[in-house]
């Protein structure tokens, strides 16, 4: 089965430090991997995916990710953060074969301290 | 919001009442999910459709239900509804491999 780990319950940083949001998965299969923000009281918003290709994958608002295979990794990265980018983070993964189930790690909550 | 609205936003409930859900999507799409948000749990799925009429269960199934009549909407339905059932409810569209479109939630409390 499916797992996604975020290994951060909470990460509080200060205003245009550098931060980083960890992200494991666990599957016997191949994988397509998500990150997600939800800002308080609304929905989740699509913050980049990664489907193949380049392991470097660049969303919004300034955020990349990291697809890692051999350590089964999918660390979020932005060099300089900004007050706006508090939020809640979520991991998220997907099997590339026969999957309509999206599974969703624990959260990351980002605190941005100016 | 990318036409995704879920009714009510907010509802109290006593234990043991039937309550439902409403999800009405304005993009025509053929794939539309439940899923149940939770401290520390992130967000688990309940159950998803992949047609009218077609749907099928998530990890977090029991004790509800849901219906597809129409490409539009899908129902969420607690059929008798409990205090563990107190959460934030999550509507979402899309294929997975493209990403979901969320809507804004409901926010169930059972008293």
């Known amino acids: 089965a499916q797992s996604v780990t975020q290994l951060d319950s909470q990460v509080p940083v200060f205003e245009e430090a550098p931060v980083e949001l960890r992200c494991n998965y666990s599957s016997s299969v191949s994988v397509y991997l998500f990150w997600y923000v939800q800002y308080p009281n609304q929905g989740l918003q699509l913050l980049l995916k990664?489907?193949?290709?380049?392991?470097l994958v660049k969303g919004i608002n300034g955020f990349e990710a990291e697809f890692n295979k051999s350590q089964t990794s999918f660390h979020l990265r932005k060099p300089s953060v900004h007050i706006s980018d508090t939020a809640e983070y979520f991991c998220?993964?997907?099997?590339?074969?026969?999957?309509?189930?999206?599974?969703f790690g624990a959260g990351t909550r980002l605190f941005v301290k100016a | 919001d990318a036409g995704i609205t879920q009714s009510p936003r907010h509802k109290v409930t006593e234990t043991g009442t039937p309550v439902t859900l409403r999800c009405h999507q304005t993009e025509n799409h053929r794939y539309m999910y439940w899923y149940r948000q939770d401290p520390g749990h992130g967000l688990r799925l309940i159950h998803y459709s992949y047609g009218v009429k077609d749907t099928d269960k998530g990890e977090v199934s029991d004790g509800y239900s849901v219906s597809r009549s129409k490409t539009e909407d899908f129902l969420l339905t607690l059929e008798s509804a409990t205090s563990s059932q107190t959460s934030v409810y999550f509507c979402a569209i899309g294929t997975g491999d493209y990403g979901y479109t969320f809507g804004s939630g409901t926010r169930l409390t059972v008293v």
């Open positions: 998220a993964v997907l099997r590339r074969t026969g999957g309509f189930k999206t599974i």
């Open positions: 990664y489907l193949s290709g380049s392991t």
